[in-house]
């Protein structure tokens, strides 16, 4: 028999979002400390949280509010986010058949991880690619609230020589060379990752919206001349 | 800084983050998506995904830079990756080397 919890929690989707949101615990960690430094008053600071949800909008926010300009810090803080437009251009397939509802909730909760999740997921049936992107996005969305607000509370202790801030990167390479197996993918992926280190000297991160416009028009130039012609042999995403 | 110019300020970041979530969505979800743009947003997933990965490793904020057991610990991690096909994998070898070669190097 099932329970209200089983039958509106896709477990599966949270149990794939628990290894990308451990990454982030450092990071939620800085963002609670910066609040704890910055110039907002703390409880507004921690509500660019669920107002913003965006760890990197956050932190330029309660980092530069109150040392820059309202538009300097409203232009940083949006900018960085920039990729989230191509997010929601990529999963609109998705919920082309999902009700008006979902719409309007599912945006909320998409970040780097959701997104990574269910794009790969995104060819499930609507029902269920709903309760895995609403499993998985407001598990993450949970998890971030209490991370800030324990990092208010203990992020000065994090040692840095434990270098987690890297893991991301080392989470987001692999999730792309887990997904790609098609030529015009991988040539995004390549020509994405490689521009956007070139790039990477650009201020307020625009380097990975730059990144991912050429890696963009590189994989679409490369399916107009390979079509999908595989890399590889292995068929099923993990 | 005032309670109500901070959060008017979190308001405003907030709206304009959640615009640039939903404007596809919410504006394409109910039509027809022309078939080359279909096949141009398969591209958009790996190539945002790597520019991120590479450029968070990178530093990203005006000062770049990937040292050596940084750059070490995305090539474990990558190989991992592209043979395990296991993000845990992928995650316990790329920090484990750049964990090493940072006592190492």
């Known amino acids: 028999m099932s329970s209200p919890w089983t039958r509106l929690v896709d477990r599966r989707g949270v149990a794939d979002a628990i290894p990308l949101f451990i990454p982030a615990i450092p990071f939620g960690f800085v963002v609670g400390l910066a609040v704890t430094e910055g110039e907002m008053p703390m409880f507004i600071g921690w509500l660019t949280s669920p107002i913003i949800f965006a760890g990197a909008a956050q932190l330029a926010v309660v980092t530069l509010a109150g040392t820059a300009s309202l538009w300097s810090v409203i232009v940083a803080g949006v900018v960085i986010n920039t990729r989230h437009v191509m997010y929601s251009a990529a999963l609109a397939p998705s919920f082309r058949h999902q009700p008006r509802w979902m719409r309007w909730v599912g945006p909320y909760v998409l970040i780097d991880q959701t997104f990574a999740l269910t794009f790969l997921r995104a060819d499930r049936p609507p029902s269920e690619f709903r309760r895995y992107y609403l499993s998985v996005g407001f598990f993450l969305w949970f998890c971030w609230q209490i991370t800030v607000a324990l990092g208010m509370l203990v992020g000065p202790i994090v040692p840095d020589s434990w270098r987690l801030a890297f893991a991301p990167a080392v989470m987001f390479l692999g999730m792309v060379l887990i997904a790609i197996e098609k030529v015009p993918q991988t040539t995004a992926a390549f020509v994405g990752g490689s521009v956007s280190l070139a790039a990477a000297g650009l201020p307020d991160r625009l380097g990975i919206l730059v990144g991912a416009v050429a890696g963009v028009a590189a994989g679409t130039l490369a399916d107009y001349r390979f079509g999908d012609r595989p890399v590889r042999r292995v068929g099923v995403a993990a | ?105």
């Open chain 2, 1 to 105: 800084m005032s309670v109500w110019s901070a959060l008017a300020l979190t308001l405003v970041v907030g709206a304009i983050t959640y615009g640039m979530r939903a404007i596809a969505i919410v504006g394409l979800a109910g039509r027809e998506i022309p078939q080359p743009i279909q096949r141009a947003l398969r591209n958009v997933g790996p190539a945002v995904l790597a520019a991120l990965a590479l450029n968070l490793a990178a530093g990203g904020e005006g000062s770049v830079g990937l040292t050596w057991p940084e750059g070490l610990a995305l090539v474990a991690a990558g190989i991992t990756a592209w043979f395990s096909r296991n993000v845990i994998a992928t995650l316990v070898a790329g920090m484990s080397v750049l964990w090493i070669a940072e006592a190492l190097l």
